[in-house]
T-cell receptor
Framework: GIQVEQSPPDLILQEGANSTLRCNFS?????LQWFHQNPWGQLINLFY?????KQNGRLSATTVATERYSLLYISSSQTTDSGVYFC????????????WGLGTSLAVNP | NAGVTQTPKFQVLKTGQSMTLQCAQD?????MYWYRQDPGMGLRLIYY???????DKGEVPNGYNVSRLNKREFSLRLESAAPSQTSVYFC??????????FGPGTRLTVT
């Protein structure tokens, strides 16, 4: 099955800094989503981005499907950005069966 | 709209006991999912229901059963709980776009 690798596993930032999180996947995908799990455990869908680029406020994401990676950019980080960021993908066979990476744990210090 | 709701929020079971986790969504989504999350790990799909009346196995279905009661509700049953089923359980739903929306989770401990 598809393998999903996220890097870095851990990241510590000062408030106001920018960061880039990476997701590599081992096969073609028809579905790629980025999620944020906040310190209270709630999972929030950030982007559905099997290809191309999207932006939402301070967050943006780019997926280069032909090279099998996706990037999540966080600009001007805030303490509320802390938590774990997950990338999840699904292959051509079934768009609903997401395979999840292990996440990047982000701590933003004031 | 409440989105995706799950009950209970917390549960402690003894080995061998049974229980049902409830999930409901008010977004009129066709697809619903059950995941488990273990410490330091991503989520793993247990079962999903692409539409009312259908259910399919995910990565880790053993020890679980599901029921898609109607379009809104999707329940997960543990017939004979085991300590290995100690986990946080998440329910999610999605529509044609496949973007998944999650409930708040149920923290289950099996002793």
């Amino acid at each position: 099955g598809i393998q999903v690798e996220q890097s870095p596993p851990d990241l510590i930032l000062q408030e106001g800094a920018n960061s880039t999180l990476r997701c590599n996947f081992s096969d073609s995908v028809n579905n790629l989503q980025w999620f944020h799990q906040n310190p209270w455990g709630q999972l929030i869908n950030l982007f559905y981005i099997p290809s191309g680029t999207k932006q939402n406020g301070r967050l943006s994401a780019t997926t280069v499907a032909t090279e099998r990676y996706s990037l999540l950019y966080i600009s001007s980080s805030q303490t509320t950005d802390s938590g774990v960021y997950f990338c999840a993908v699904a292959g051509a066979g079934n768009n609903r069966k997401l395979i999840w990476g292990l996440g990047t744990s982000l701590a933003v210090n004031p | 709209n409440a989105g995706v709701t799950q009950t209970p929020k917390f549960q402690v079971l003894k080995t061998g006991q049974s229980m049902t986790l409830q999930c409901a969504q008010d977004m009129n989504h066709n697809s619903m999912y059950w995941y488990r999350q273990d410490p330091g790990m991503g989520l793993r799909l247990i079962y999903y229901s692409a539409s009312e009346g259908t259910t399919d196995k995910g990565e880790v279905p053993n020890g679980y059963n599901v029921s898609r009661l109607n379009k809104r509700e999707f329940s997960l049953r543990l017939e004979s709980a085991a300590p290995s089923q100690t986990s946080v359980y998440f329910c999610a739903s999605s529509e044609i776009s496949y973007e998944q929306y999650f409930g708040p989770g149920t923290r289950l401990t099996v002793t």
